[in-house]
């Protein structure tokens, strides 16, 4: 389990690296990209994930003291709050769909040439931008959307596993001494809150003040 | 063995993840805190750290790794220092050729 999350570490790390020499590079295009991202809303899925993360590690110890109904409700508890993360990640996503925040063919600058149009940039002050550094910003969406997108799809496996673990707990499964799935998923989920535990502040949180 | 595994608690009490669970929590609203500061480019530095602490805690204690395997510490250890020479490659790579030119 280690050796595999360890590849999913080079996985990411990748991508981090990628987003790394952009920001660099565009700065002051990813500093108006991550002022259209909403702090409320990432930061109650940060508390949801962290949430999620502690009733799986619950989960385990519970499964360990064969304490069945109690190792089934953490795991119900963890799907659920996986299942609100998603919505959450969902509303951001239409959001950023209706404003042409997409990358591709309909992708639109107006919130970075005339920030005046747009009351999230107003809110954030931003500043116009010239033509050329506007555009970069689609390259900040192209990797939130790549980061954030394969970090959700991480969790939807993650869900899909967990509706298997539920199914097999009601049944005593986990409670009579094998416990290494369940602590070796937990392993898994507690990975998936790491992620995003860096994607927070790297994507939401660029020159706030 | 089996038999032994119910006095063998071997997942550390609940009340680390408590404790875990909080200090994960303390850093998110430090972090958005932090990120309202004027620090220049030490904002990414601290945002950074307070990130790396988080996950150092989740590692130790939510995916037992304090007081896992040796071989799984050396694992882990090994893994990190690999991406730290990918990264560092693709940077020195970065800063020698093109940088400032695009």
Redesign the interface.
């Known amino acids: 389990m280690w050796l595999f999350l360890l590849t999913e570490v080079m996985f990411f790390g990748g991508l981090f690296t990628v987003y790394m020499i952009y920001r660099n590079w565009y700065y002051p295009a990813f500093v108006a990209g991550s002022h259209q991202l909403s702090i409320p809303m990432g930061g109650l899925n940060s508390v949801l994930l962290i949430t999620s993360s502690f009733t799986m590690a619950l989960a385990v110890w519970f499964a360990e003291a064969r304490k069945k109904s109690a190792l089934v409700l953490c795991l119900i508890l963890t799907f659920v709050l996986g299942v609100v993360f998603l919505g959450i990640k969902g509303l951001e996503y239409k959001e950023k769909f209706e404003k042409h925040h997409f990358p591709g063919t309909h992708y639109s600058l107006q919130s970075f040439i005339n920030p005046a149009s747009d009351p999230v940039a107003v809110a954030a002050g931003d500043k116009a931008l010239p033509q050329d550094t506007a555009q970069r910003t689609e390259l900040f969406f192209s990797l939130y959307f790549a980061m954030t997108g394969m970090h959700a799809m991480h969790m939807i496996v993650g869900m899909g596993i967990l509706a298997f673990m539920i199914f097999r707990a009601r049944a005593g499964a986990y409670t009579a001494g094998h416990t290494q799935f369940v602590e070796y998923f937990g392993y898994y989920w507690h990975f998936v809150d790491i992620v995003w535990i860096f994607l927070f502040p790297l994507l939401y949180l660029i020159n706030r003040h | 063995m089996?038999e032994h595994?119910?006095h063998v608690?071997?997942?550390s009490s609940?009340l680390v993840?408590?404790a875990?669970?909080l200090a994960?929590?303390a850093?998110?609203g430090l972090?958005?805190a932090a990120?309202?500061?004027?620090l220049g480019v030490f904002?990414?530095i601290v945002?950074?750290a307070?990130?790396f602490t988080?996950?150092g805690l989740?590692?130790l204690y939510?995916?037992?790794l304090k007081r896992g395997s040796l071989l799984?510490k050396l694992?882990?250890g090994a893994?990190?220092f690999?991406?730290l020479i990918?990264?560092g490659m693709?940077?020195l790579d970065?800063v020698s050729r093109a940088w400032g030119s695009?």
């Open positions: 089996s595994s119910e608690q071997s997942t609940p993840y408590v875990v669970y994960l929590l850093g998110v972090t958005i990120s309202h500061l004027n904002n990414v945002v950074l307070i990130a988080q996950a989740v590692v939510s995916m037992h799984n694992s882990v893994c990190f690999v991406l990918l990264v693709v940077l970065c695009w």
